[in-house]
């Protein structure tokens, strides 16, 4: 996933992505608030500025469906597809 990642080159030295990206599925697995995440991840603010950033520039989709896609090639996966054509009329 590292190279689905932007890289930011300016400013001072960041919290390295893995330690951040851990951070931020462990708020989501636990459902605890931004300010409650374990000082090993970072400061709150950090992992929440980072997780609002990369949702807004599609980096999260970018991992997803290169996860998707080498998961289909390896053969991981099943797309079963189920269509429902009911329809209700409204009388």
């Given at each position: 996933m590292q190279p689905l990642l932007p890289r930011s080159e300016r400013g001072r030295r960041r919290l390295d992505d893995r330690t951040v990206l851990n951070g931020i599925v462990w708020t989501f697995r636990t459902g605890t608030a931004w300010r409650d995440v374990p000082e090993r991840y970072g400061c709150w603010?950090?992992?929440?500025t980072r997780f609002r950033r990369?949702?807004?520039?599609?980096?999260?989709?970018?991992?997803?469906?290169?996860?998707?896609?080498?998961?289909d090639a390896a053969g991981?996966?099943?797309?079963?597809?189920?269509?429902?054509?009911?329809?209700?009329?409204?009388?």
């Open positions: 603010a950090t992992l929440h990369w949702a807004k520039d599609g980096t999260f989709e970018r991992m997803l469906r290169r996860a998707q896609a080498k998961a991981d996966i099943e797309w079963l597809v189920s269509v429902d054509s009911t329809a209700q009329r409204r009388g």
